[in-house]
């Protein structure tokens, strides 16, 4: 309700009005000494196009969220009419029986093979279920404000290519952590930990190599003076980059985006072809300034580390409750035999750990909030802060980012600060290194 009333504001934000004001001053000089044309981007004012574009981030954030609430409430109703109606029980049942039918696979005996056909069946309803949301999500709300740029055709293709990645990984990936925790005894949680760590790893390594490129097409950077720039800014912050791609993120949306992956001393960048088209080549090696500073700053490795502990406590905790019989009575599962351990999995991450996750969700934004002010300090202290907070800028305006968010709203739900917040303190930290220059 609060960033509701946030988005229905049509008075242009004081606070960044005043931010980007002062950044347009320094711009104006620019202009002024290089005598550049009104036309050039590299010092065109900021504020009139922010505030241009106003209306239009107001309305596409208030589509958003009045969706998302349709969208949350229909997840809450669903979840709510299948727990009173018992769907798990007689989705397993059917799982059993048709296992039993089509396969000769006893319950007891066959559990993890049962198991399978039931996220199977679980997996296909929900996507079918999700599909209207999907639909009018990227056909009605991100066409309406000109971002999409999928065909209906390559929609549906990337949901069947997304649901054969989910059975050929994902299948084999839930049968052995079932596996682990049926063999496992009593501290079976601290191998589904190891597990989870290996399989984590083996993600970050195949996802980008093999995944990706059946959604996009990754083609080399062309030789140039920005590929020469990136290059040589990888150089002297000692980044073991090997490859540098571009990606073809314009089929699908006008989104904006940059990102690196990569082990050891084989580092790769991918930048979205829409953000060559939205900044200059400076803002882009600012931006890319961020993103190394959070390899530098060591973020990645420390978000590692943070997933790894909060599977650690997450499966430790369902340790303790694992064979609570009571607990899967109330649900439902009160047949012959014990509890299906994919059940006992479902019910206590949808219940029992669903709470403690909304508190550990806001603990991780608040770490990830403040490795960006770190990332954004790294660049600023690289000399690129200027170009970074116009980068940055410019983004917002073609993303038609939220200019205006309510502070208590954006502190629990964004992982990146607010405009505002992340201009002001690069701004604060310029002004304070100029000082201890003097």
């Known amino acids: 309700a609060r960033q509701r009333e946030a988005y229905q504001k049509t008075q242009f934000p004081k606070e960044l009005e005043a931010t980007v004001a002062a950044i347009d001053v320094e711009r104006a000089k620019i202009k002024e000494e290089s005598k550049a044309d009104d036309d050039d981007e590299s010092t ?12 239009s981030s107001q309305g596409y954030g208030l589509d958003k969220i009045h969706f998302g609430m349709i969208s949350a ?15 798990l029980p007689y989705v397993w049942d059917l799982s059993a029986k048709w296992g039993a039918s089509w396969f000769g696979l006893d319950p007891q005996e066959h559990e993890i093979r049962i198991s399978l056909i039931f996220l199977a069946v679980i997996t296909l309803i929900g996507t079918v ?26 929609f549906f293709s990337d949901k069947v290519k997304s649901l054969a990645l989910t059975f050929v990984i994902g299948g084999p990936f839930v049968a052995l952590l079932l596996q682990i925790i049926k063999m496992g005894g009593t501290y079976f949680y601290i191998y589904v930990w190891a597990f ?21 097409k990754y083609e080399p950077l062309p030789d140039g ?17 090997t490859k540098l791609f571009v990606m073809d993120g314009s089929k699908r949306s006008s989104h ?54 909060y599977f650690g406590a997450s499966f430790y905790f369902f340790s303790l409750c694992y064979m609570s019989e009571e607990l899967y009575r109330a649900f439902g599962f ?11 999995l479902m019910l206590y991450f949808q219940t029992l750990w669903a709470p403690v996750d909304k508190l550990l969700s806001f603990f991780i934004t608040v770490l990830t909030r403040q490795g960006e002010f770190a990332a954004d300090k790294f660049s600023v202290e690289l000399k ?20 205006a968010p309510d502070p208590w709203y954006s502190m629990y739900h964004y992982s990146h600060p607010p405009l505002v917040e992340r201009l002001s303190a690069m701004m604060a930290l310029e002004k304070s290194l100029g000082k201890k220059t003097e």
């Open 73 to 87: 409430t229909y997840d809450t109703f669903e979840s709510v009419v299948f727990l009173l109606l018992g769907f």
């Open 384 to 403: 690129m802060g200027k170009k970074l907070q116009s980068g940055l800028c410019k983004i917002h305006l073609e993303n038609l980012g939220a200019m």
């Open 334 to 344: 009160d047949g012959p035999g014990p509890t299906p351990t994919i059940i006992a």
């Open 256 to 309: 904006s985006n940059a990102f690196m992956f990569g082990f050891g001393n084989n580092k790769r960048i991918v930048l979205f072809d829409t953000l060559m088209t939205q900044v200059g080549e400076d803002e882009i090696l600012a931006i890319l300034g961020h993103e190394l500073g959070h390899w530098k700053l060591k973020h990645t490795i420390m978000q590692f580390c943070t997933t790894q502990l």
């Open 196 to 216: 989870m760590f290996v399989f984590s790893v083996f993600m970050m390594t195949i996802v980008p190599v093999f995944i990706m490129p059946l959604f996009n």
């Open 129 to 154: 279920t999700s599909l209207p949301f999907a639909l009018y999500s990227t056909f009605q709300i991100e066409k309406k404000h000109g971002f999409n740029k999928q065909t209906l055709g390559l």
């Open 44 to 55: 065109k004012l900021l504020l009139p196009q922010l505030k241009a574009k106003f209306v």
């Open 225 to 241: 003076s920005l590929k020469t720039s990136i290059y040589a800014l990888a150089d002297q912050l000692k980044y073991p980059l």
